[in-house]
């Protein structure tokens, strides 16, 4: 069987992520690998610093401006405005900024080379409006037990990752296994290793 996330949580901590047999509660290990994958996934980006963060961006999302666009993160690390075929970056304000910052005359009013946008509600925007603005968010992956590997996602991030669900996976045997002790100096182990990961990603 292949090396993937799922049998290196088996080998570290004894949880069998590639198991398809159901768990104490009702699941397989399968389904909880996946999950402690995905949530230490989301964990570790929140936790990186900005030059790997644009490692974890997405294909850039576009829209109108003035037409505002529904997000479904708030790291958006960079705004750009398109104007006679260049893109200009967009400064970030407040969303309580922006009706001063469209008003003629306001020295901070953005111009079409000095674009501004913020968030509201949920939702992008740019002034000035009516041409294409493109907007790059960082995505949080899915991470199953049988990948070997995690797409836009910094390589040297990824050890963090599997040992930050190898200590899910303890903390999932100790609530329903009775060796807790034996589990205690792993899961001890596990948190130190942890640690150095994310050190070492500073």
């Not at 699941?27 to 570790?44: C, G, I, M, P, R």
């Amino acid at each position: 069987m292949a090396w993937n996330f799922g049998a290196e949580i088996h080998a570290l901590t004894g949880f069998d992520g590639e198991s398809s047999s159901n768990t104490a509660t009702g699941e397989t290990f399968q389904a909880h690998a996946n999950q402690f994958l995905t949530d230490s996934a989301k964990e570790v980006i929140k936790l990186l610093p900005n030059r790997l963060l644009h490692l974890c961006l997405s294909t850039p999302q576009s829209f109108t401006a003035g037409t505002p666009d529904a997000l479904t993160t708030g790291k958006i690390l960079f705004v750009t405005r398109e104007q006679g075929g260049v893109e200009y970056p967009c400064r970030k304000i407040q969303p309580f900024q922006k009706g001063r910052y469209n008003e003629d005359g306001d020295m901070n009013k953005p111009t079409t080379t000095d674009p501004v946008w913020w968030i509201e509600n949920n939702k992008i925007d740019v002034l000035p409006t009516n041409v294409t603005v493109k907007y790059h968010e960082v995505q949080y992956p899915t991470v199953q037990y049988n990948h070997t590997a995690i797409a836009n996602f910094p390589d040297e991030a990824e050890r963090a990752v599997v040992i930050g669900a190898c200590i899910k996976a303890v903390e999932y045997l100790m609530a329903h296994e009775e060796d807790i002790e034996l589990l205690v100096p792993i899961l001890n182990q596990l948190e130190k290793d942890y640690q150095k990961e994310l050190s070492g990603l500073v």
